[in-house]
């Protein structure tokens, strides 16, 4: 666990800011020997089940999970998730898994300020780190316990029906295009399958970008 962070790592280079001594900056170490490299994504969805369920449990309903892994209030950034799994020939050999979550931080930086939120904002009261860590570290275990047995398609349902925009029309922008769609689940890999006009497309991490209102004015 990590009390002040300054060179924090999103996915695919991107960069996680956090105020010092106010958030949850932690990684777990697993070793998912279980797992066949194709099956890899359900450690994301073990995670994001196990902190979605916890926040939950603060917030209420309106935390989601924004695909891939992100943790979502409405329509800002609470928390996220970054996976780094060591393959050795058919086996995950292990997984280092990097987790922020915005508890304490009531002021964010100007170019983040209406696209993240912390729970003492929403709440207006400050929480204890410690309590909140023990939770989400014994959810997690939990939820590594069903994936262990192999409880696939109960897991990647909860994680399906709990994803930002699930079968929310909305906007979507691909290649400089816009259009709208229809979220409806993911494959196991964990690309995102999307109602297009009624036709239903896959998408890879980082091939679309979720649009605000804002975004297509």
């Excluded at 797992?35 to 450690?43: E, I, N």
């Excluded at 050795?88 to 304490?104: E, Y």
Aim: aromatic share 10%; net charge neutral.
């Amino acid at each position: 666990m990590a009390d002040e962070q300054y060179a924090g790592r999103g996915q695919q280079e991107g960069i996680w800011k956090a105020e010092a001594g106010k958030n949850l900056t932690f990684s777990l170490f697993l070793k998912p020997h279980f797992l066949l490299p194709a099956q890899q994504f359900y450690l994301n969805i073990m995670i994001s089940v196990a902190i979605n369920q916890v926040i939950g449990e603060l917030l209420g309903d309106d935390i989601k999970i924004k695909w891939p892994n992100d943790i979502y209030f409405r329509n800002k950034k609470l928390g996220g998730i970054l996976i780094e799994n060591n393959v050795t020939g058919h086996v995950i050999k292990s997984s280092v898994i990097g987790i922020g979550i915005n508890v304490n931080q009531m002021a964010f930086e100007e170019d983040l300020a209406d696209k993240a939120t912390s729970i003492c904002q929403i709440l207006k009261k400050p929480l204890d780190l410690m309590p909140l860590l023990a939770a989400l570290c014994k959810a997690i275990e939990q939820q590594y316990l069903h994936l262990r047995s192999g409880q696939y398609t109960k897991m990647t349902q909860n994680y399906v029906n709990s994803l930002y925009r699930f079968q929310e029309l909305a906007a979507y922008q691909k290649d400089g295009k816009v259009f709208e769609g229809k979220i409806i689940g993911v494959d196991e890999t964990g690309r995102l399958k999307m109602d297009v006009q009624g036709e239903t497309q896959l998408f890879n991490f980082k091939e679309i970008q979720f649009l605000n209102h804002f975004d297509k004015k």
